[in-house]
């Protein structure tokens, strides 16, 4: 790369929610649907001291991909690590579910997915963890028709019931700022201790869910740098690509016999996971 | 049907509902699966339950961990391969008693969030092909092991049990996750229905579609045994009297009108006018 | 969590709406609205306690130096400092200057 093109290329990660939906789909097309100027935020907050953001921390935005019809829902991170609230997790599921009617009725509407989260918003944990519910639901209907791509770019990274969503999308798009994982450090230090897992050990961290090891084992499907062109190209490949053949969240019988090669005894090491999973999910 | 103490909750009501049904073979002690009846046709049965000799460590004491995920997913799948070449699509029941999903460095490594997104996405596969999927909740259900086994399902039913729970996260990592001690979120529990963790509460959200009351819920038999089965029984027509495949019939109570309200906004503002 | 409210002098309303920040800690989300001829309406939710003074005399200083269309101006702040403060008050008004819309 030259000294031109390092200072053109525009960080993705340094915007927020809103800027990276715009940047994704063609150029003039976005329209926001339940903007911040609909007041439609979490009834929750404010009794627990915790100020709203008026869109609830995500984004809806219509448009176009490549002249074709399009959703893009942007998680803000910076807003309460992105977790996911009844409204913002309505807001997800909600727009799924209608760029799913849309392809049976025959529009080829596709979605992306922005995943900076932690996942549910433990201040209204259960409508969370119903709303991830729904929109796990959404993705899996959604993508029989269309490929529902997901991005996580990071610095937040993708967690919690979120993470599950992040593994049914068709395909995963990941920086090296990004982590992967089900449980956040804090949270698994807490339930298994400091000796399993070091929730202020970054290095360590990321050498476990970080967004390389995560291409190296085959969990995701592309491992870009933080550029806005890259992303965007990547996305717009893997709509041309189609719906894969298979979903790597049903490719259980290659799943299960890596995990039969692996040795429980031992604690885990990122070097033995990329080794594993190239050999036993490489097609 | 043995007469043995059963390991968990789950478990028990796996063995109560399926008499004459055997544990499939092949399949991890973790995950059983059973092939039982339901009005007298054929269904299949999935539970989760202790393993105290699980290869993987932290998922020994019920929790859906890596093998238990992938294992579910395969139990739905191989269910719906079976089926695909006929007509009827069997029932498929999640007996839901899950402490939580398995912590642990193995877990993250390997990549638990793929394998429970497995399960999830065979329940909701099966559900949109037709089998009615049904979710039981008899103890724990928790969250990354509840998304992977349960929440997929058309009907949720849970019994009345102080020991009965739906929850994103344990009360002490909630605790440290927020900043604040256990009782604190305890008093905010009481007065935000979403934040609390007995099954009563999670009842007013409108999210099950049932709550049985039960007078022995360890040891399931007599009334407690035939009220659970006329439910899912009522589930198995209300779900086949449904004309979508989707979890639409969570949206009915006043308590999810927020939910609602953002679908209808957003269908109003889909496509571009002028 | 505290919640205020004041007004300012100001001119014609503005000619259309815009968003600036998010409610991120140490920083606040800006939502202008058209407002009333000749008066702005400012509402500040906050997590900070205790510090209204000090909002009075930001937002005076901002809103104050020279004339701005009129507006309703809802803040939601996650603990920025004043700085911050104009940073994105001053933001909104030029998102609302360049094109009269919204802007991410």
Same mark, same amino acid.
């Given at each position: 790369m030259n000294l031109d093109e390092l200072l053109s290329r525009e960080s993705f990660t340094e915007l927020g929610a809103r800027a990276r939906a715009r940047v994704l789909?063609?150029?003039?097309?976005m329209r926001e649907l339940i903007g911040p100027f609909d007041r439609l935020s979490s009834p929750w907050l404010a009794q627990q001291g915790v100020v709203t953001q008026a869109d609830d921390g995500v984004v809806v935005a219509r448009g176009r991909i490549d002249g074709q019809s399009a959703v893009v829902l942007a998680i803000e991170g910076a807003y309460q690590g992105g977790s996911m609230g009844e409204v913002g997790g309505a807001k997800i599921a909600g727009a799924l579910e209608l760029a799913a009617e849309d392809n049976r009725r025959g529009i080829p509407t596709r979605a992306v997915i922005l995943f900076e989260t932690g996942g549910v918003r433990l201040q209204e944990a259960n409508l969370g963890l119903a709303a991830i519910a729904e929109i796990h639901a959404a993705i899996v209907d959604l993508r029989r028709y269309q490929p529902v791509i997901g991005i996580s770019a990071g610095p937040v990274g993708c967690f919690g019931g979120m993470s599950i969503a992040a593994a049914l999308c068709s395909y995963l798009i990941v920086t090296r700022e990004a982590r992967l994982g089900l449980n956040g450090p804090q949270v698994i230090e807490q339930e298994a201790g400091i000796e399993e897992y070091d929730s202020r050990d970054r290095p360590f961290i990321w050498s476990m869910t970080g967004g390389e090891q995560r291409w190296h084992s085959c969990l995701v499907d592309a491992y870009l740098d933080d550029s806005v062109a890259a992303i965007s190209d990547q996305v717009r490949a893997f709509l041309l690509q189609g719906v894969p053949a298979q979903h790597r969240s049903d490719r259980y019988e290659a799943f299960l016999a890596s995990l039969a090669r692996v040795d429980t005894t031992q604690q885990a090491r990122p070097d033995v996971v990329r080794a594993i999973y190239q050999e036993g999910l490489q097609a | 049907m043995t007469n043995r103490v059963e390991s968990s909750r789950g478990a028990a009501w796996l063995a109560a509902l399926t008499p004459r049904g055997d544990v499939l073979p092949g399949y991890p002690a973790a995950v059983r699966v059973v092939d039982g009846e339901l009005g007298g046709a054929p269904a299949r049965f999935i539970a989760v339950v202790p393993d105290a000799?699980?290869?993987?460590? *932290? !998922? *020994?004491?019920g929790e859906v961990g890596l093998v238990e995920g992938w294992a579910l997913a395969r139990a739905v799948r191989e269910c719906m391969a079976a089926d695909a070449a006929g007509v009827i699509r069997r029932p498929i029941v999640a007996v839901i008693d899950v402490t939580s999903q398995a912590y642990g460095r193995r877990e993250e490594a390997y990549g638990i969030h793929q394998a429970l997104a497995g399960a999830a996405a065979a329940y909701a596969d099966a559900r949109l092909a037709g089998h009615p999927v049904i979710g039981l909740i008899v103890g724990k259900a928790m969250s990354g092991a509840l998304l992977a086994h %349960?929440?997929? !399902?058309n009907r949720l039913i849970a019994l009345d049990d102080p020991r009965v729970m739906v929850h994103a996260m344990g009360k002490a990592a909630a605790a440290r996750v927020t900043l604040r001690s256990v009782e604190q979120l305890e008093a905010l529990a009481e007065t935000i229905p979403p934040m609390a963790y007995d099954i009563r509460s999670f009842d007013t959200l409108g999210i099950l579609w049932r709550l049985l009351p039960v007078a022995q819920a360890d040891q399931p038999g007599g009334e407690d045994l035939e009220r659970v089965q006329a439910c899912l029984l009522a589930a198995l027509v209300d779900i086949r009297d449904d004309s979508t495949p989707d979890l639409s019939s969570r949206l009915g109570q006043p308590a999810r009108q927020l939910s609602s309200q953002v679908r209808t906004r957003l269908r109003a503002g889909w496509e571009a006018h002028g | 969590m505290e919640h205020m409210k004041f007004s300012f002098p100001a001119g014609r309303p503005a000619p259309g709406r815009a968003i600036a920040g998010v409610v991120g800690s140490g920083d606040l989300e800006v939502l202008i609205e058209p407002g009333a001829e000749g008066q702005t309406q400012v509402s500040v939710s906050t997590s900070?306690? %205790?510090m209204g003074r000090v909002w009075e005399a930001v937002l005076a200083r901002v809103l104050g130096a020279a004339p701005l269309p009129a507006v309703t101006l809802e803040i939601n702040d996650f603990g920025a400092t004043p700085g911050v403060v104009r940073m994105r008050i001053e933001q909104a008004f030029d998102e609302l200057g360049q094109s009269g819309r919204t802007q991410p």
């Amino acid at each position: 790369m030259n000294l031109d093109e390092l200072l053109s290329r525009e960080s993705f990660t340094e915007l927020g929610a809103r800027a990276r939906a715009r940047v994704l789909l063609d150029e003039g097309s976005m329209r926001e649907l339940i903007g911040p100027f609909d007041r439609l935020s979490s009834p929750w907050l404010a009794q627990q001291g915790v100020v709203t953001q008026a869109d609830d921390g995500v984004v809806v935005a219509r448009g176009r991909i490549d002249g074709q019809s399009a959703v893009v829902l942007a998680i803000e991170g910076a807003y309460q690590g992105g977790s996911m609230g009844e409204v913002g997790g309505a807001k997800i599921a909600g727009a799924l579910e209608l760029a799913a009617e849309d392809n049976r009725r025959g529009i080829p509407t596709r979605a992306v997915i922005l995943f900076e989260t932690g996942g549910v918003r433990l201040q209204e944990a259960n409508l969370g963890l119903a709303a991830i519910a729904e929109i796990h639901a959404a993705i899996v209907d959604l993508r029989r028709y269309q490929p529902v791509i997901g991005i996580s770019a990071g610095p937040v990274g993708c967690f919690g019931g979120m993470s599950i969503a992040a593994a049914l999308c068709s395909y995963l798009i990941v920086t090296r700022e990004a982590r992967l994982g089900l449980n956040g450090p804090q949270v698994i230090e807490q339930e298994a201790g400091i000796e399993e897992y070091d929730s202020r050990d970054r290095p360590f961290i990321w050498s476990m869910t970080g967004g390389e090891q995560r291409w190296h084992s085959c969990l995701v499907d592309a491992y870009l740098d933080d550029s806005v062109a890259a992303i965007s190209d990547q996305v717009r490949a893997f709509l041309l690509q189609g719906v894969p053949a298979q979903h790597r969240s049903d490719r259980y019988e290659a799943f299960l016999a890596s995990l039969a090669r692996v040795d429980t005894t031992q604690q885990a090491r990122p070097d033995v996971v990329r080794a594993i999973y190239q050999e036993g999910l490489q097609a | 049907m043995t007469n043995r103490v059963e390991s968990s909750r789950g478990a028990a009501w796996l063995a109560a509902l399926t008499p004459r049904g055997d544990v499939l073979p092949g399949y991890p002690a973790a995950v059983r699966v059973v092939d039982g009846e339901l009005g007298g046709a054929p269904a299949r049965f999935i539970a989760v339950v202790p393993d105290a000799e699980n290869a993987f460590p *932290r !998922a *020994r004491k019920g929790e859906v961990g890596l093998v238990e995920g992938w294992a579910l997913a395969r139990a739905v799948r191989e269910c719906m391969a079976a089926d695909a070449a006929g007509v009827i699509r069997r029932p498929i029941v999640a007996v839901i008693d899950v402490t939580s999903q398995a912590y642990g460095r193995r877990e993250e490594a390997y990549g638990i969030h793929q394998a429970l997104a497995g399960a999830a996405a065979a329940y909701a596969d099966a559900r949109l092909a037709g089998h009615p999927v049904i979710g039981l909740i008899v103890g724990k259900a928790m969250s990354g092991a509840l998304l992977a086994h %349960g929440y997929q !399902a058309n009907r949720l039913i849970a019994l009345d049990d102080p020991r009965v729970m739906v929850h994103a996260m344990g009360k002490a990592a909630a605790a440290r996750v927020t900043l604040r001690s256990v009782e604190q979120l305890e008093a905010l529990a009481e007065t935000i229905p979403p934040m609390a963790y007995d099954i009563r509460s999670f009842d007013t959200l409108g999210i099950l579609w049932r709550l049985l009351p039960v007078a022995q819920a360890d040891q399931p038999g007599g009334e407690d045994l035939e009220r659970v089965q006329a439910c899912l029984l009522a589930a198995l027509v209300d779900i086949r009297d449904d004309s979508t495949p989707d979890l639409s019939s969570r949206l009915g109570q006043p308590a999810r009108q927020l939910s609602s309200q953002v679908r209808t906004r957003l269908r109003a503002g889909w496509e571009a006018h002028g | 969590m505290e919640h205020m409210k004041f007004s300012f002098p100001a001119g014609r309303p503005a000619p259309g709406r815009a968003i600036a920040g998010v409610v991120g800690s140490g920083d606040l989300e800006v939502l202008i609205e058209p407002g009333a001829e000749g008066q702005t309406q400012v509402s500040v939710s906050t997590s900070v306690q %205790g510090m209204g003074r000090v909002w009075e005399a930001v937002l005076a200083r901002v809103l104050g130096a020279a004339p701005l269309p009129a507006v309703t101006l809802e803040i939601n702040d996650f603990g920025a400092t004043p700085g911050v403060v104009r940073m994105r008050i001053e933001q909104a008004f030029d998102e609302l200057g360049q094109s009269g819309r919204t802007q991410p």
